[in-house]
C-alpha cells in the first residue's frame, strides 16, 4: 500500500460533457514535473520553478501539436487537499479536450486514480479524519438544503469535535485508573467508582442522543420514503403530478389505472421526499390489480410517511378500514382531496374511523402522543400543497432544524460505533455498581474509546477504508 502511496494520479475533476471548462487534477510526487513536461508558458518558464498556490496561462502540447489552452494551478506539498504536490489545469470542457490531456498525462507517468483516490490521501495524510472524508462524498450527493448544510457541519468538523471530546475524557479516566494500578502507594483510586460513575452516566447521556438523531439523520441524507395510499380513483397520481409540476403518472376516471408502482424523488422546500405511487388498495378479482395491491402493502411497511389521499366528495367505507389498519400508528398525513367539490368527508369522520380501526392506538386528546394530521387539497385546483409542506417540516423536524450546534448522525457506520460505545459504557456502569475491581472499568473504556476511534479514522482497517473511498466518484 505503501508504494501506491508514492505514485502520481491523474482524473478528469468535473462532469463529463460540453460544459464551458474542464479540469484534470494531478496529485503526487511528480505532479510537477509531469505537468511541466506537456505545459508551454507563454514565457517559456519552467513550472518547477514555481511557487505554490499560483496560476499559470500557456498551452498544454503534445509534442509540437497544441492541445489546448490552459490555466495551470499549482499547489505545493503539504498545503493542498491531499497534502501532496498538486496540479490541476483547467481547460476548455468538451468531452475529448479533457478526455485528451488525461490521456498525455498518463502517458507521461502517471497513472489513472481510483474513485475517490483524492480524498483517500487526504486523509491518509491526515488532512481530513474520516468523518469528514466521508462528508465530502455526502456533500457531493447531497439532494436537499438540509443534507447541505448537515454534509458542511460535518466536513467543518462537528462530530470530529464531539468525538475527540468524549475520547478526551474517556482516556483521562482511563489513564488515572492505569497509574493507580501501577503505582498504588502514590495514586489512590478509593472512592473513584462513584466520581467515575457521574462521568460514564453524562457520557452515556451524550452517545445516546447522538444515536438518537440517526432517524432524522438518515432522512436529512436520503430522504423521507413517502408511500402514497388510497382507494382507487381518488386522486393519487394527481397528487404525485402536482408535486412534481409535471404529467409522470396517468390519471384517468377508471378505477384501477395504476396497476404497478412508480417512484420520483420530490424537493419540498429543502425536504427530499422518495415517493412511491401505489395501486388502489381494495378488493378486487383482477389478478393484476391484486398483485399491485399487495405491492402497495408491502411498501406501507418500510414507509418513513404515508399520504393516504382520501376522496372527500364520497363516503368512507370498508375499503377505507382496512387501509387504516394497515396504517397503523405509522407517521400519516391524511389528504382530504376533491375539497373543490361537495365534501360529505370531515377531519372528525376521519379521525373517528381511524381510532375505531387502530384501537390499541391512544389519540392525541387522551395522550398527545399521537397526531393525525389531516388536509384538505384539490389536486384539480393545486390547493393545499403549502399546507402539506408545512405539516412535513412539523411531523419530522419540530417545524425547523436548528443547524448552528445541532450534530445529525446520517452515516450507519457512525451509528453502529456509537452504540458499541453505549454498550461498554454500560458496562463500565453495571461494574461499578456492582463493585468490581477498578481493572474491570480499564477494559471497557479502552472498548469504548476504540469504537469511537472507529468513526474518526483512528482504528479502521485498510479493507473497510477502500470500501469507503470507492463509493466515491473519480476525480475526488
Not at 338 to 353: A, F, G, I, Q
Amino acid at each position: 500500500m505503501e508504494g501506491l502511496y508514492n505514485t502520481t494520479i491523474a482524473a478528469i475533476a468535473t462532469a463529463m460533457s460540453d460544459a464551458g471548462i474542464g479540469i484534470v487534477r494531478m496529485s503526487g510526487p511528480e505532479a510537477f514535473s509531469i505537468a511541466d513536461r506537456v505545459y508551454k508558458g507563454k514565457k517559456e518558464k519552467s513550472l518547477l520553478s514555481q511557487k505554490t498556490h499560483t496560476i499559470h496561462y500557456g498551452y498544454v502540447m503534445d509534442g509540437e501539436g497544441m492541445i489546448d489552452e490552459v490555466l495551470v494551478m499549482l499547489m505545493k506539498s503539504p498545503h493542498s487537499y491531499t497534502g501532496e504536490d498538486t496540479v490541476e489545469i483547467n481547460c476548455h470542457g468538451g468531452v475529448y479536450v479533457v478526455k485528451r490531456i488525461l490521456e498525455l498525462l498518463i502517458e507521461k507517468g502517471a497513472r489513472p486514480a481510483e474513485p475517490g483516490e483524492f480524498t483517500k490521501r487526504a486523509f491518509l495524510n491526515g488532512k481530513l479524519d474520516l468523518s469528514q472524508a466521508e462528508a465530502v462524498g455526502d456533500l457531493i450527493s447531497s439532494k436537499n438544503q438540509y443534507a447541505h448544510q448537515s454534509s458542511v457541519n460535518q466536513l467543518r468538523g462537528n462530530i470530529k469535535n464531539k468525538i475527540s471530546e468524549i475520547r478526551n475524557e474517556i482516556i483521562y479516566h482511563t489513564a488515572f485508573i492505569e497509574s493507580a494500578l501501577d503505582d498504588p502507594e502514590h495514586v489512590s483510586v478509593e472512592g473513584y467508582g462513584e466520581k467515575l460513575l457521574i462521568t460514564v452516566e453524562k457520557l452515556m447521556g451524550q452517545i445516546k442522543r447522538l444515536i438518537d438523531t440517526y432517524d432524522n439523520g438518515r432522512i436529512i441524507k436520503e430522504g423521507i420514503r413517502t408511500v402514497i395510499v388510497g382507494k382507487p380513483n381518488v386522486g393519487k397520481s394527481s397528487l404525485l403530478n402536482l408535486l412534481l409540476g409535471e404529467e409522470r403518472a396517468i390519471v384517468t376516471d377508471i378505477a384501477g389505472t395504476t396497476r404497478d408502482i412508480l417512484e420520483e424523488n420530490i424537493n419540498l422546500r429543502g425536504i427530499s421526499l422518495n415517493m412511491i405511487d401505489t395501486a388502489g388498495i381494495r378488493d378486487t378479482e383482477d389478478l393484476v390489480e391484486k398483485i399491485g395491491v399487495e405491492r402497495a402493502k408491502d411498501f406501507v411497511e418500510q414507509a418513513d410517511l404515508i399520504l393516504y389521499v382520501i376522496d372527500g366528495s364520497i363516503p368512507l367505507d370498508e375499503n377505507d378500514q382496512e387501509i387504516f389498519r394497515l396504517i397503523g400508528d405509522k407517521k400519516t398525513i391524511i389528504l382530504l382531496n376533491k375539497s373543490d367539490l361537495n365534501m360529505v368527508v370531515t377531519r372528525e369522520d376521519v379521525k373517528k374511523l381511524y381510532f375505531a380501526s387502530n384501537p390499541s392506538v391512544r389519540g392525541d386528546e387522551e395522550t398527545n402522543k399521537f397526531t393525525l394530521p389531516v388536509i384538505y387539497v384539490s389536486t384539480k385546483e393545486k390547493m393545499g400543497v403549502n399546507t402539506l409542506e408545512e405539516t412535513l417540516k412539523d411531523l419530522f423536524f419540530e417545524g425547523n432544524l436548528a443547524f448552528n450546534d445541532e450534530i445529525y448522525i446520517t452515516n450507519i457506520r457512525h451509528k453502529t460505533a456509537l452504540q458499541d460505545t453505549f454498550s461498554s459504557l454500560g458496562r463500565v456502569r453495571d461494574s461499578i455498581e456492582s463493585g468490581m475491581p477498578e481493572d474491570f472499568y480499564s477494559i471497557d473504556l479502552l472498548d469504548a474509546y476504540e469504537s469511537l476511534g472507529c468513526i474518526i479514522g483512528e482504528k479502521i482497517g485498510e479493507d473497510l477504508v477502500n470500501e469507503i473511498f470507492s463509493k466515491f466518484c473519480m476525480g475526488k
